[in-house]
């Protein structure tokens, strides 16, 4: 691993189109600032990590899974309740919007 | 100009949404770097389960649901950069799906994503699964209600 040391108000530059920024050193932590492409995804570790696992693990449900599922399915409010599946969730609960997180208004 | 019978639908139907779509990922998602190109295909008929499908022949296939109906109370705050990318203002423009997980083939345990929504403007096709800087959003979300 390359390693350079910086001071703050100093940058590092990757490739032609990346740059960080040394924003701040505070006993610690330091604060970096990022400027690159906006295709490039720029995470914290411990999220990306925490979401690639997610993923790993959502690529493992098989279709076993999908008529169990389909009972937890919302009645969708939709005319379409034709459907032939025929399952319908026990209990609705929808009526008046439980919303954990009233919206801004 | 002669009117076309046929052009003229009188609305679009939400319920009815194309059986497959093609979806050309910005950037891979997490831990399947080299799988950009996916179809998104209707796997029950009520239009409330999808299969976010690669289309490599080894690729990884993932259990999609739309965000809406699942979890109404639900809306993220897109990075404008990425709702750049993908050629949407705002998230009303796009789809919202969330990836469900069933732990250990427990279906009563399944959860949704909703830290890294699959983002999807239906126009261009373009999608992407954006990791939410907002950690309020839980990755494990009960999917049970």
Known sequence: MLTLTRSVGE????????????????GGTVRLGFKAPREVAIHREEVYKQIAEANLLAAQV????????????????????????GAEPAGVETAGGTAEDPPPA | ???????????????????????????????FPGHRDFVLVAADAAGLLFWLQSVAPDGPRFLAVPAAPFFPDYAPVLPRAACAELG???????????????????VGASTANLRAPIVVNPATHRARQIVLTDGAHPIRRPLRR
């Open chain 1, 11 to 26: 940058t590092i530059r990757i490739g032609d189109d990346i740059e960080i920024h040394v924003v701040e050193v505070r």
């Open chain 1, 62 to 85: 098989t279709a076993d899974s999908l008529g169990a599922l389909a009972a937890f399915a919302p009645g969708a409010g939709a005319a379409s309740a034709a459907g032939p599946a």
């Open chain 2, 1 to 31: 100009m002669t009117p076309s019978p046929a052009a003229t639908l009188a609305a679009p139907a939400p319920a009815t949404a194309p059986p497959m779509q093609v979806l050309a990922l910005a950037e891979p998602m997490p831990g």
């Open chain 2, 88 to 106: 949407i203002t705002d998230g009303a423009q796009g789809e919202i799906y969330c990836l469900v997980t069933v732990p250990d083939g427990d």
